[in-house]
Each structure stands twice: as C-alpha cells, then as structure tokens.
C-alpha cells in the first residue's frame, strides 16, 4: 500500500525559506509522476510543481525562480524547496503521486495524496 508523508511546514516571515519533504512507502514504479499542490482556504486547489520518472521538472510561473521541486530515489523522498516566500504563498500543501508519466494528468487523478503540511507565511 502506497503512503506518503508530508512534512517541514510552518511559520515564516516574508522572504524566508522552507523545504517540504514527502516520504514516500510501497511505491514502486518505474514510470510515475508526483507533484505538490497547495489550496488555500476558499480557493481551488492549485498544482505548484510536478516531478517526472526521468527527474524532468515542471513548476507553476507563480512559483518559478523561487521554489525547486526535487526527489531523492535513495531515500524515496519528493521535496519541495521553498525560498522568497511570499504571504500569497500561504496554503496547505499535500504531495501526490500517480503510476504513469504526467502528461496532462489532472489533480484530481493522481492516485494517492499525503496528508498536507501547513505553510504559513506572514507580512
């Protein structure tokens, strides 16, 4: 059974840094896509970054030059840097994880989500 674990989440001022980490069990797959997504309270979910088999990356333009999604296969952890932070950037935020390539997978098809973190961020 395939679990994932957010963690790192917190509490910053304006400019500071965090790094999400998503620690992933039972998954074992040589083609996959993982990604984090966020959603603020009232607000759709929203896709920050996606993360391929072949390490390729995608970020969302609102994020881009701040956060760097990356994942150690050793470790079997997805990570989530996060620097510049902005308040707009408050949310919580959940990995997830789907056995085959990203394509234009839509969020609400990846088959397993972790729990979220809470990342606050204040002005």
């Known amino acids: 059974q395939v679990q994932l674990v957010e963690s790192g989440g917190g509490s910053v001022q304006s400019g500071g840094s965090l790094r999400l980490s998503c620690a992933a069990s039972g998954f074992r797959y040589s083609r996959y896509c993982m990604g984090w997504f966020r959603q603020a309270p009232g607000k759709e979910r929203e896709e920050v970054a996606r993360i391929e088999s072949d390490a390729s990356t995608w970020h969302t333009d609102s994020v881009k030059g701040r956060f760097t999604i990356s994942q150690d296969d050793a470790k079997n952890t997805l990570y989530l840097q996060m620097n510049s932070l902005k308040p707009e950037d408050t949310a919580m935020y959940f990995c997830?994880?789907?056995?085959?390539?990203?394509?234009?997978?839509?969020?609400?098809?990846?088959?397993?989500w972790g729990q979220g973190t809470q990342v606050t961020v204040s002005s």
């Open positions: 997830a994880a789907n056995p085959r390539p990203c394509s234009n997978t839509p969020w609400s098809a990846f088959a397993w």
